[in-house]
């Protein structure tokens, strides 16, 4: 029984070992490795920019992230017709900057290439994009309003009555025939902004209220002073904006 059990605890030991190797190895081939730190600053890339990261072929890219993929270090977003890669959890970031601590070596921010009236607010068909948006939707998970649950958002008790107390109707919006709630990527910031029924009438309410205006000419919304104001009292917490 003794030499069973021994016989077990090694082929375990084993695996781990193997697993462990694989992971290392997937994270020390170079140009892996610039994609992976690349997406430390929370932003999702695409292939082709993740290959120019890298500095390697497209389709030498869609190997190196089909193994990264495989490894569990990265996951896919579909938005449209475009496909975005992150990282795959807290996990991963937090293995890398401990190696980039131990290699002594810093990473570059990301620099987005929107242009400015474009990267603070803007629709994204019917809901609000930018970097407003965003802050929107980290505030509304960091204050447990909402938690993502395969790929979609679910409302908390907390967050459907502050919702209601805003002025919207969460059983009508529930009634929609389309999604109630999402994550919804965000073009300039790679991060995602708030979709669905919800984000759609969180952008009505937005303009009914003043915290945005519409710009006739363009998807860009304005975010006066005073809206800003107002928007950040009647969310309460939400101190990012």
């Known amino acids: 029984m003794d030499a069973a059990r021994s016989h077990a605890d090694t082929d375990t030991d084993s695996d781990t070992d193997g697993r462990l190797a694989r992971i290392a190895a997937a994270i020390a081939e170079p140009a892996r490795t610039r994609m992976l730190c690349s997406l430390l600053d929370g932003h999702a890339r695409t292939s082709t920019e993740l290959s120019a990261v890298a500095g390697v072929s497209p389709s030498t890219a869609s190997a190196h992230l089909a193994r990264l993929?495989?490894?569990?270090?990265?996951?896919?977003l579909a938005q449209g017709r475009h496909r975005y890669y992150s990282l795959a959890g807290g996990e991963v970031a937090a293995a890398l900057e401990a190696l980039l601590v131990v290699a002594g070596v810093r990473r570059a921010p990301f620099q987005p290439r929107t242009p400015d009236r474009l990267r603070e607010a803007r629709t994204c068909y019917d809901h609000m994009a930018g970097t407003v948006?965003?802050?929107?939707?980290?505030?509304?998970?960091?204050?447990?309003?909402?938690?993502?649950?395969?790929?979609?958002?679910?409302?908390?008790?907390?967050?459907?009555?502050?919702?209601?107390a805003l002025g919207l109707d969460i059983p009508a919006l529930r009634r929609q025939r389309r999604r109630f709630a999402?994550?919804?990527?965000?073009?300039?910031?790679?991060?995602?902004?708030l979709g669905g029924a919800l984000g759609a009438a969180l952008l009505a309410l937005a303009l009914r209220q003043g915290w945005v205006e519409q710009d006739l000419d363009s998807r860009a919304l304005a975010v006066p002073p005073a809206g800003r104001r107002r928007m950040q009292a009647a969310?309460?917490?939400?101190?990012?904006?």
Do not use: K, M
């Open 235 to 241: 969310l309460g917490q939400l101190d990012a904006l």
């Open 133 to 164: 948006a965003v802050a929107l939707n980290d505030g509304f998970v960091a204050a447990g309003w909402l938690a993502e649950h395969d790929g979609e958002y679910i409302l908390s008790a907390e967050g459907e009555e502050r919702f209601a």
């Open 182 to 193: 999402c994550p919804c990527l965000d073009w300039s910031e790679r991060r995602p902004h």
């Open 69 to 76: 993929q495989e490894d569990g270090l990265l996951r896919q």
